[in-house]
């Protein structure tokens, strides 16, 4: 009797265990029972993670606002809302009884009274003292791991950045006479620009494209300074992209100040389509395709002459 | 001592000439050549002509427009505290745009002009049809003002906390910017403050005759109201015009006149020209200021920012002098019950356990709302936000009756004096000048923020014999300094933005049941000490010399008084964010309800306080599901409902 008791427990153990894995986040190396099916993500950036693994998650945080801003990839419409961010209803999470549920800093103290739903993963995407462009890429495959799509992710990432290579050789001819420096910002107004620089996904992206910064920065948790568009004037030679939507664009072109500015003189500057900056790994590559649209777009405007033999 | 133009007026230009000798990489020479109309070639030169030289006009002009229209409004209601800030035009036009850009992001560029005037005109009729063209002279005007600031505050911070992202280009106006990219503005600007000279050409003899008193102008054959209505409407358009321009830049209106009557303007028309000159000084050198902070920071420092900081502290030093001891408010509550009925005693608690079982019995389910036990999981969510909506509104409410008995004032209410701004001001400023995250350390530093308002308070108190209009002052000072810093995080553009603006909005999302426990048995000790009170309040609230005459030690027992509501604040607002009308809504409603003595005003105010914000939070819950609304802007917008029906019919019955 005492024998089978002991068989029964071992093999129950053994069950256990094998349907236990680990998984990695930003805490540290945690438990799940099983592979997790449902899955709720409470911020955006984890909400396209999820998406871009092929998996679609069961719930997220504001999805008017996702569909607005995130845009790429777009959301099912099964996908539940949640209300917004930073206060995501607890009982509707409760009620979909998830399998797993997903964090990002917005949520960090919310992880003690989420852990009595279901297993929390906390990824902690922008981080000022971090790359932020590295966690991007580090959480998608962790994230790929929990959902069991690490195959899948390892194959979008290589092809990723078999893309941005192109993408970069491509700019190489499109450039002969060498790439110049360039910088990416945001307007707010036309006086004031958020420009991003160091720890930014666009500034990230346009130096692996082969586009050296035209403006120094500091490394920032969001990786963007808020500058007088006086100061752009700085940027002497470098190529000036700002992200639309812009809605004072016929009030900026009047502007003397803004037709002096020695890029707009020399037309090096252009808009890029909408782009979310603050994505997972697969938004680096929208902002690449974006941001190299642009610049093919700027490439015959701003070469010297062609010099004519004599 | 006379003020004298010779002494001021050369001191403006050459700090006019400063900011601009400095403010440009130019050679003085080259600078001297543009300005006599020479061809500008490289870009600083342009720079020079289309960013520096606007910049300093459109200082001047806004900063001269904003102390002229200061000094009127304080002259016409001769009330040193009044200023287009106090008036919450500001507020107006920040609701106006937020509407604007989270609705109809498209029209941003070509109609935010117009929303921005017609905002200001709404709140500025709102504030005067409160108060109504008798009473401008006091205190209650400047609460209006206050009340109407959080009222349409609160609605913009709901807007932009359900919309997020979308009023993100505002921010920047928000924080005041002087910069400019081309003259455009500066000839926008420049017509529009014409109605300026009307003031300076009127408005002296109407001041002077005004300080004869109204009825001995009338003697004199002068009817004053068209007057009063053309001088008041002229000096709002140039305000509405200005930030319109400039965006929200306060004090320059308050304090320019101020100071020019502390260095010895006396004449009506002397005091409308020296504070038009210090406005433009005040402002001109604010802007160099923000200038030189922003080569400090990795953000632009704007001038709306650190106007505030230099305005905060020079408010404190410069109107505490005229305060006078009990400015009483001539508005009357309206006619409540003689006395508690029977049946307001039963249905009282009665309404209590309804809505609590009511907030704790309520599910969604299949698309409908239905009374049901909550599951395990609901109760232990539900419990901690319901105990804590409930002590909080008690809290509170006890605070606003003890705090209005005391300072002779049924507007006054903690919150819009400045007693909950500290623990804000704690928290918002180690959010945005250290980076901690607001949740983090929030309890303790809100504490030992209005621990260092109740310091302030009772430093500044004791000089001035405990007067009521310095804790008026100080949250006048204090919410401006928060407003600004908030607006400054705004601008700054980050994410991160969006966890002070919802902690800002008061919200029992976050309380631990831990916390509520805890709030729960201060609140209940706080408010048993504030009963036990109650004989001394009484005696305290017919008038200080009766109280004195009883026997009664006067300040010491309003520094204990004051020291209770301090606490209670403080606690409320360490676990819930500031939440504001509660302290003012509440006592009104006890009195209504009949309860006229101290004792019994407490606790009918608490209850109902207690009620409110626990309605306040189920409503927030409930109405946009599964999105939730902070209890604190809920209420917010039914206390400032409430607050201004109230005075309008005050008003009316008049």
């Known amino acids: ?310 | 001592m006379n003020l004298r133009y010779s002494f001021n007026l050369p001191f403006l230009l050459l700090i006019a000439l400063l900011s601009v000798l400095f403010g440009s990489e130019l050679s003085p020479a080259r600078q001297w050549q543009l300005l006599q109309g020479a061809e500008p070639q490289v870009f600083a030169d342009f720079a020079f002509y289309y960013a520096n030289l606007p910049r300093l006009a459109m200082a001047l002009v806004v900063g001269a427009g904003l102390g002229l229209v200061g000094s009127l409004l304080q002259q016409l209601t001769q009330n040193p505290l009044l200023s287009p800030m106090t008036l919450g035009t500001s507020s107006g036009v920040w609701l106006a745009l937020v509407v604007l850009n989270v609705w109809l992001p498209g029209l941003s560029g070509s109609y935010a002009v117009v929303a921005a005037m017609l905002g200001a005109g709404v709140s500025m009729a709102l504030v005067l049809l409160i108060v109504g063209w008798r009473n401008l002279s006091g205190l209650p005007i400047v609460l209006a003002g206050m009340a109407v600031n959080i009222l349409l505050g609160a609605i913009a911070t709901a807007i932009i906390l359900l919309h997020e992202q979308y009023a993100n280009n505002l921010f920047i106006w928000g924080a005041g910017d002087l910069s400019q990219h081309d003259w455009d503005w500066f000839i926008w600007l420049l017509p529009r403050m014409l109605p300026a000279l009307v003031i300076v050409a009127v408005a002296p003899r109407v001041l002077a005759l005004l300080r004869l008193g109204q009825q001995g102008a009338q003697g004199r054959g002068l009817n004053l109201a068209p007057m009063f209505l053309l001088l008041m409407l002229c000096g709002l358009w140039i305000v509405a015009s200005a930030i319109t321009a400039v965006g929200a830049i306060g004090f320059i209106g308050l304090i320019a006149p101020n100071i020019a009557r502390l260095l010895g303007a006396r004449s009506p028309r002397s005091e409308l020209l020296h504070s038009a000159i210090f406005g433009a000084l005040l402002l001109l050198v604010t802007d160099m200021l923000a200038r030189g902070l922003s080569l400090l920071t990795i953000d632009t420092v704007h001038t709306g920012t650190a106007t505030a900081l230099i305005g905060a502290p020079l408010l404190l030093l410069l109107t505490r002098r005229n305060l006078r001891s009990e400015d009483r408010l001539s508005i009357e509550l309206p006619q409540g019950a003689a006395r508690l009925t029977r049946l307001t005693k039963t249905l009282l608690p009665i309404i209590c356990l309804g809505l609590l079982a009511l907030s704790l019995g309520s599910g969604f389910n299949a698309g409908s709302w239905q009374l049901q036990w909550p599951s395990e999981f609901s109760f232990s969510l539900r419990w901690p936000r319901i105990l804590a909506a409930l002590s909080a509104g008690a809290a509170l409410a006890t605070a606003g009756t003890v705090l209005q008995r005391l300072i002779y004032n049924p507007l006054a209410s903690p919150d819009i004096l400045g007693l909950s701004a500290g623990a804000t001001l704690m928290l918002v400023g180690s959010s945005v000048l250290f980076g901690v995250s607001i949740y983090e350390h929030g309890p303790l530093l809100a504490f030992v923020g209005s621990m260092l308002v109740l310091v302030l308070l009772l430093v500044l108190g004791r000089r001035h014999n405990y007067a009521p209009s310095m804790l008026i002052l100080c949250g006048i000072a204090l919410t401006a300094l928060i407003e600004a810093l908030v607006q400054f995080a705004l601008a700054r553009g980050t994410q991160s933005i969006y966890e002070i603006l919802g902690w800002l909005a008061g919200s029992t999302y976050r309380v631990q049941p831990s916390d509520a426990l805890f709030l729960f048995v201060l609140s209940l000790v706080l408010v048993t000490v504030a009963l036990l009170c109650s004989k001394s309040l009484t005696l305290l609230s017919a008038g200080r010399q009766f109280a004195q005459a009883r026997g009664l030690s006067v300040n010491a027992r309003f520094v204990v008084l004051l020291v209770l509501v301090a606490l209670l604040c403080a606690i409320v607002t360490a676990y819930l964010g500031p939440i504001a009308f509660i302290g003012l809504l509440a006592p009104h409603m006890a009195v209504l309800l009949g309860a006229r003595q101290a004792g019994q005003q407490i606790a009918v105010a608490a209850s109902c306080g207690a009620c409110l914000l626990v309605l306040a939070d189920y409503l927030g819950w409930v109405l946009f599901y599964p999105t939730q609304v902070a209890a604190g802007t809920l209420v917010s917008v039914i206390g400032g409902l409430y607050f201004i029906t109230l005075l309008i019919r005050g008003q009316r019955s008049n």
């Open chain 1, 1 to 310: 009797m005492l024998k089978r008791c002991v068989m029964v427990a071992l093999l129950a153990l053994s069950q256990a265990a094998w349907a236990q894995f680990y998984v990695q986040d930003s805490l540290g190396r945690q438990t799940l029972d099983k592979r997790p099916e449902r899955v709720i993500a409470l911020s955006w950036e984890l909400a396209e993670q999820v998406l871009e693994l092929d998996v679609v998650p069961l719930a997220i945080s504001d999805i008017p606002g996702y569909s607005e801003w995130v845009r790429q990839p777009a959301m099912p419409e099964q996908v539940i809302d949640l209300g917004t961010r930073a206060e995501p209803n607890l009982e509707r999470i409760a009620e979909l009884k998830p399998d797993v549920i997903f964090a990002s800093l917005g949520q960090r103290h919310l992880i003690p009274a989420l852990s009595q739903i279901a297993p929390v993963l906390y990824y902690s995407t922008y981080q000022a003292g971090h790359d932020n462009v590295q966690a991007a890429i580090d959480n998608y495959r962790r994230i790929a791991h929990v959902l069991g799509q690490s195959e899948l992710a390892e194959r979008k990432l290589s092809a990723m950045e078999q893309r941005i290579a192109a993408l970069s050789a491509e700019l190489t001819r499109a450039f002969p006479a060498g790439k110049p420096l360039a910088v990416s910002l945001r307007f707010a107004n036309p006086t004031a620009a958020w420009v991003y620089g160091k720890n930014s996904i666009p500034e990230y992206v346009l130096e692996r494209l082969g586009f050296e910064p035209a403006l120094d920065s500091r490394a920032s948790q969001w990786g963007i300074s808020q500058q007088k568009v006086l100061q752009l004037a700085r940027v002497e030679q470098g190529l000036v992209l700002y992200f639309e939507p812009f809605y004072y664009q016929a009030e900026m072109d009047r502007s003397r100040l803004w037709q002096a500015m020695p890029f707009v003189k020399q037309g090096r500057i252009a808009p890029v389509a909408p782009t979310w900056s603050y994505g997972g790994a697969m938004s680096i590559l929208y902002n690449a395709e974006a941001l190299a649209a642009t610049l093919f777009a700027l490439a015959p405007q701003v070469q010297p002459e062609p010099e004519v033999a004599p």
